[in-house]
C-alpha cells in the first residue's frame, strides 16, 4: 500500500522560500513518478512537477517552471520541492502524488496522493 506523507509548509513573506518534502512507501512500482501538485480553496487542483526516479526524468505541469523545482533522494525514498519566489497566490495545500506507471509526454498524471501541507504566502 502506497503512503505518502507529505509535510514543510508553513508562513512565509512574498519573494520567500521554502522548501516541502515528502515521503513515501510501499513503492515498488518500477516506472512510478512521485511529484506535487497544489489546490487552493475554491479553485481546481494544479499540476506543478513530478519526477521519476528510475531515470530522473523530469515533467512539469503549467505552473511548474521558473519557480518551482524538484529533487529527489531514492536512498531516503524522498522527494523535496523547491519553491522561490512565493507570491500570495501560490497560497494553497500542497499534496505529494504518485503516478503508478508515468510516461512523462503525458506529464503527471497523479493516481495516489497523501495528506497536504498548507503553504500561506503573506503580501
Known amino acids: 500500500d502506497v503512503q505518502l506523507q507529505a509535510f514543510g509548509g508553513g508562513l512565509v513573506q512574498a519573494g520567500g522560500s521554502l522548501i516541502l518534502s515528502c515521503t513515501a512507501s510501499?513503492?515498488?512500482?518500477?516506472?512510478?513518478?512521485i511529484g506535487w501538485f497544489r489546490q487552493a480553496p475554491g479553485k481546481k487542483r494544479e499540476v506543478l512537477v513530478c519526477?521519476?526516479?528510475?531515470?530522473?526524468?523530469?515533467s512539469y505541469g503549467d505552473l511548474g517552471k521558473g519557480r518551482f523545482t524538484i529533487s529527489s533522494d531514492t536512498a531516503k525514498n524522498a522527494v523535496y520541492l523547491h519553491m522561490n519566489n512565493l507570491k500570495p497566490e501560490d497560497t494553497a495545500v500542497y499534496y505529494c502524488?504518485?503516478?503508478?506507471?508515468?510516461?512523462?509526454?503525458?506529464?503527471?498524471?497523479?493516481?495516489?496522493w497523501g495528506q497536504g501541507t498548507l503553504v500561506t504566502v503573506s503580501s
Open positions: 510501499g513503492l515498488t512500482f518500477p516506472t512510478y513518478a
Open positions: 502524488a504518485v503516478e503508478r506507471n508515468h510516461y512523462p509526454e503525458y506529464g503527471c498524471l497523479f493516481d495516489h
Open positions: 519526477i521519476r526516479p528510475s531515470d530522473g526524468s523530469i
